[in-house]
């Protein structure tokens, strides 16, 4: 069930350690193979980049587009600066196989989670 925001408890860590929160759009970049999709490339560095960022507590959300056309992120971060060098470390932005858009968001509704009713 979706809940708007300020009709919901969040435990103590969420509220007292939520960061700035920001929408990622990866899309490819000028050295991106010709006539390949992010379904049908070889992107074990930029998974493997996501994988440490998810386990590290900074990446919320990474969904691929269906057509393989791009791939999303939600991650938290302290600064736009902490986001930008993020972006610009990822191994496939490096090498211009990807880049990325970054836009600052604020949520307005969150899925509930938890296992209690």
Not at 11 to 20: Q, T, V
Not at 72 to 79: D, F, P, R
Not at 102 to 115: A, D, T, Y
Request: hydrophobic share 40%; net charge positive; charged share 25%.
């Amino acid at each position: 069930m979706i809940e708007p925001l300020d009709k919901i408890e969040s435990p103590p860590s969420i509220r007292s350690g939520l960061k700035h929160l920001y929408f990622i759009l990866w899309t490819m970049g000028e050295n991106f193979p010709s006539h390949k999709t992010f379904t049908t490339v070889d992107l074990r560095r930029h998974e493997n980049y996501m994988r440490q960022a998810y386990t590290d507590g900074r990446l919320i959300m990474a969904a691929l587009f269906e057509n393989g056309s791009g791939i999303i992120n939600l991650l938290e971060a302290e600064s736009e600066t902490e986001i930008q060098k993020f972006v610009r470390n990822n191994p496939e932005v490096i090498e211009k196989k990807m880049q990325a858009r970054i836009k600052m968001c604020r949520p307005l509704f969150w899925k509930n989670f938890s296992l209690s009713t």
